[in-house]
């Protein structure tokens, strides 16, 4: 049985982890089987929102238990699948065309907290914790630690890779791994709306290229190079269908096309 369930609500695609009875801990079958369902919600025109969410009272614990009792016996050649595997996930999480939202309640754990990193915006609430435990279990957090250095700086990694402590919402709010913090699972819903609302305003193409946009220029030294790339960017983007759609529509006074109003 899938642990996990696709829907389309609209211009939403809905993926949420459905084992909580494990606290949503995820397996080889389940990153699998999660990659695939985020690739063919890329591929939808009319999903234009992403939001990753989770039921019962933790986001995900990390790693199965049973998965990892199968992993103590992998040779080096079925451990580096594996992990590419998890890679494969992640990077297409993170990669997505489209916005993603993370929806995050309870424990987020080893795993569970690349998800969140991945994710374009995070929404927790005060009772959210995090862990990067790895460490405690003679293992480091390889995969994920592209998108979690990405999103709390290089300085906090060496605290939370290291020590494995926890660490609350309010901590991860101030790293940054959190943009915003509700009280109860109501208002971060409250929350999660109104960034949906807004996302559905902008051009999805916009949306994308602006994803890209911060991958090109994260980072980088504002050089001749960067200074050409970005302006190469901007005149493409006006030039294109949306681009020009999006100028019409502001002069004119009117709604863009692609608005999706609630």
Sequence with gaps: ????????????GLVTLNNPEKHNAFDDVLITE???????????SDVRVVILSAAGRSFSAGADLNWMKRIADYSMEENLRDADALGA???????????????????????????????DVAIGTLATTFCLSEVKLGLIPAVISPYVIAAIGERAVHRYFLTAERFDAAEAFRLGLLHELAEDDEAMDEKINDLVSALLSCSPAALNEAKHL????????????????????IARVRASDEGREGLAAFLEKRKARWVVEG
């Design 1 to 12: 049985m899938s642990h996990f369930v696709l829907e389309i609500d609209g211009p939403l």
């Design 34 to 44: 999660m990659t695939a369902a985020l690739q063919s919600l890329d591929a939808r």
């Design 89 to 119: 996930l992640m990077s297409t999480l993170h990669g997505l065309s489209k916005p993603t939202i993370a929806r995050v309640q309870g424990a987020a754990y080893g795993g569970g907290v690349g998800l969140v990193a991945c994710c």
């Design 214 to 233: 911060i991958a090109a220029v994260a980072h980088r030294p504002i050089d001749g190079e960067v200074v050409a790339d970005t302006a190469q960017r």
